[in-house]
Structures are given as structure tokens and as C-alpha cells.
């Protein structure tokens, strides 16, 4: 799209100004961005259990094409944001907004085995897992 805005350009000495000519278009990126408020942006970040658990650390294109690496060494949960301040829309230096990171999960099937299972249920639960279930397992 292009857009003409008459008389809004430079001012010659014979007081004549020129046209400001905008063109327009799509910004393609392979993490679709939303804009949230007026400068925020917020996007999915999607994460396996095992980052979420554990921390991460992923490269991510940026809206504006630079990549951007994104460090977190807490756990997460699905729903969680995480905010980068001054990387959203920039209107001047003093004013930038922020990109939001909303985490989603990746789901993977995995085959663990009975004494993995109990290892995670004990981690969670803090207690072993009850003999009835783990032959229910087997």
C-alpha cells in the first residue's frame, strides 16, 4: 500500500513543499507478533517440559529481523509471561515498549520407565509412589 501525504515534506525557499510518498507492507517473521496496548508486543514462546522445568535458553527473531537470545533459569508455566523491557514498538528513544513472551507448552509423548515415573512422582509429591499404582503401570 502507498501512502501520499501532500505538502508534508520539505519546505523549499519558494515555499513550495513536497509530498511525503509511505509505502506500506507486511512484515514476515516466523513468530507471529500481536500488538498489545500502544508500544508492547506480545508473541508465544513455546516450551517442552523439560525447559520449563529446567530453564532455557533460545534464539527468536525479533519483529524488526535482529535475533534476540532469551535466557531464563527458573521454571515456568504454561500462561507465564516473561518481558523483555525496550524490545517492543519504538515510537522515539524515550518512549519503547516492551516484548511479552506468553509461554505455551509443547507437549512430547515419552516412554519413561517405572522407576523413572516413581523418581518424578516423589519429586513432585514428596512421597514414593504407592505399590497398587506402580503394578498398575507395569
Given at each position: 500500500e502507498?501512502?501520499?501525504?501532500?505538502?508534508?515534506?520539505?519546505?523549499f525557499k519558494n515555499n513550495n513543499r513536497t509530498d511525503i510518498i509511505l509505502t506500506v507492507s507486511d512484515v514476515k517473521s516466523d513468530v507471529p507478533f500481536e500488538r498489545l496496548g500502544e508500544?508492547?508486543?506480545?508473541?508465544?514462546?513455546?516450551?517442552?517440559?523439560?525447559?520449563?522445568l529446567c530453564g532455557f535458553e533460545k534464539n527468536?527473531?525479533?519483529?524488526?529481523?535482529k535475533e534476540l537470545k532469551i535466557s531464563y533459569n527458573n521454571s515456568t508455566k504454561p500462561g507465564q509471561k516473561i518481558i523483555l523491557k525496550n524490545e517492543g514498538m519504538k515510537y522515539n528513544e524515550s518512549h519503547i515498549g516492551n516484548l511479552i513472551f506468553e509461554i505455551e507448552l509443547i507437549w512430547q509423548d515419552v516412554n519413561l520407565s517405572i522407576?523413572?515415573?516413581?523418581v518424578i512422582y516423589e519429586?513432585?509429591?514428596g512421597k514414593r509412589?504407592?505399590?497398587n499404582i506402580i503394578s498398575n503401570l507395569e
Open positions: 502507498i501512502i501520499c501525504l501532500k505538502n508534508m515534506g520539505h519546505n508500544f508492547d508486543i506480545i508473541t508465544k514462546l513455546k516450551l517442552t517440559l523439560s525447559e520449563m527468536v527473531n525479533h519483529i524488526d529481523g522407576e523413572t515415573k516413581s519429586i513432585f509429591n509412589l504407592n505399590e
